[in-house]
């Protein structure tokens, strides 16, 4: 750029000279020196371009302004905090929820040890539970069982069984209140207090208590064929027994006039109850019993019982 402006600065004196010594004479001399100098600014690229338009080509261009960016939409925001954090404040931890330990399985009951009952011993436990079959009995907790249900087993009982029972003349069963007890205690263990005269009590009908006995309905055709089988017998180690049993419908008893049955049908072992198609099977059932003993007995006394 610098021997641009010196190439040019020569030409133009050159031509100044010229202009000046024209009078002198010496305009041929000085013309020449100053196309001399006009050609060499040509050979060095210089003298097409006049002072005017250099200057313009060295003007300084105005700086573009720069593009202002695209600017890109702000995806939607799904969910906004309701609170705004304080810088510097830790952030809150959220204590875990305590969760509960697992249930663990109740572990199946240990029915304690199995018996081998000989002859005798099933002949008795086949008796004894025979005395809840054959009254249709589904259910009994000692702990829990009503007044109603204690006496609705002592009449039947005593009604079945034989008994001290007697009738009224307008055709009421009448129970004593020391014959009901003496049921009571002698297959469950319990008692029952004197009720006050006129009390009632109903199980599928009204029982009520006057004058020192419970007066029952009372009325036949009823039918009671059932006894109960032990099949398997085990000491649970604490005075108790737990017993698994079948009931069984005995055909004889169903078609036959004798609501006592021979004591022979009692002497029967799961194996034969369930071969002699005299035995229909009716339902199985457990029962928690216990011994009981005195001078003149020996059985048991009822805890629960149940069938399935």
């Not at 025979?130 to 009994?140: G, I, R, T």
């Not at 109850?273 to 928690?288: K, M, N, R």
Request: hydrophobic share 30%; aromatic share 10%.
């Amino acid at each position: 750029m610098k021997k641009k402006w010196i190439c040019l600065l020569l030409a133009a004196l050159c031509l100044f000279s010229a202009v000046a010594l024209t009078g002198c004479g010496k305009t041929t001399e000085v013309a020449g020196k100053a196309d001399d100098a006009i050609k060499d600014a040509q050979e060095n690229g210089i003298a097409g371009e006049s002072p005017a338009e250099e200057q313009q080509q060295n003007a300084v261009q105005p700086e573009e302004e720069p593009a202002e960016p695209e600017q890109h939409e702000e995806p939607e925001k799904t969910e906004e905090r309701e609170e705004t954090e304080q810088p510097g404040e830790p952030e809150e931890q959220e204590e875990p929820e305590e969760t509960e330990p697992p249930v663990e399985p109740d572990e199946p009951e240990n029915p304690g040890q199995l018996l081998s009952l000989n002859e005798e011993e099933q002949y008795r436990i086949n008796v004894f539970l025979s005395n809840f079959a054959e009254q249709s009995m589904s259910d009994f907790d000692a702990e829990t069982a009503t007044e109603a249900e204690l006496l609705q087993f002592a009449f039947m009982h005593t009604r079945l069984n034989g008994g001290d029972i007697s009738f009224t003349q307008d055709g009421y069963a009448r129970l004593s209140l020391d014959t009901v007890n003496s049921k009571l205690q002698r297959y469950m263990g319990l008692q029952l207090a004197e009720p006050e005269d006129g009390a009632v009590f109903h199980k599928w009908y009204d029982i009520t208590y006057r004058d020192g006995a419970f007066l029952f309905p009372y009325g036949d055709g009823e039918s009671h064929s059932c006894m109960a089988v032990a099949e398997q017998v085990y000491d649970k180690g604490d005075g108790t027994l737990q017993v698994y049993f079948s009931v069984y419908s005995v055909v004889e008893f169903s078609t036959g006039g004798n609501m006592i049955p021979d004591s022979s049908y009692y002497r029967v072992s799961p194996a034969q109850a369930s071969a002699d198609e005299s035995y229909e099977w009716i339902a199985d059932g457990e029962a928690l019993i216990t011994p009981y003993r005195t001078e003149s007995i020996d059985s048991y006394q009822l805890l629960k019982y149940s069938l399935d």
